[in-house]
């Protein structure tokens, strides 16, 4: 009985300190780095390993669209550049128009590229936004599935004292 309360208290306590670390994250406050320490193999590990996963995930979608936004900016600027080049073989050849059709070329080319990279962001974007709210949802869900096996934990706790107070008596 005493072993049956103890073995409550140690799975309240793991369930308590996956609990903070899933909402830490959730709430949006918490370090994308931030891993669950698995101290137990039982079902508590393996959710705190499962948790671990995800977080891996969200963190590598994260690097994935700071790199395809880095790879814009550098098209963005890589644009700039070359508009500033057009101008200025424009101003200098205006009478040669072989220049000129060569520098709307080259435009309508980075334009082109940035169409493509514009895209690509935009699609790693989205994807990003989707595997969030799923993983939101699923942090949710386990949220409220920690919540009801505490409890359920709690009333076990409560009923194995019971039994505890009735067969003392």
Excluded: P
Aim: charged share 25%; with cysteine; aromatic share 2%.
């Amino acid at each position: 009985l005493l072993l049956g309360v103890i073995f409550t208290r140690v799975m309240l306590s793991q369930l308590n300190k996956l609990k903070s670390a899933m909402l830490r994250i959730a709430s949006g406050e918490g370090d994308l780095r931030q891993r669950i320490s698995i101290e137990s193999a039982d079902e508590i590990g393996e959710l705190g390993g499962i948790f671990n996963q995800f977080a891996d995930k969200i963190q590598y979608l994260v690097k994935e669209i700071i790199v395809s936004a880095n790879r814009l900016n550098d098209t963005i600027e890589r644009i700039d550049e070359s508009t500033k080049d057009i101008a200025l073989s424009t101003k200098e050849a205006s009478t040669e128009n072989t220049s000129i059709a060569t520098s709307v070329h080259e435009l309508s080319a980075t334009s082109e590229q940035v169409k493509c990279d514009a895209k690509e962001t935009a699609n790693a974007s989205n994807q990003a936004s989707s595997d969030a709210f799923k993983v939101k949802q699923s942090l949710d869900s386990t949220v409220h599935s920690i919540d009801a096996l505490g409890k359920d934990l709690e009333q076990a706790s409560g009923v194995i004292s019971e039994l505890e107070t009735e067969v003392g008596n």
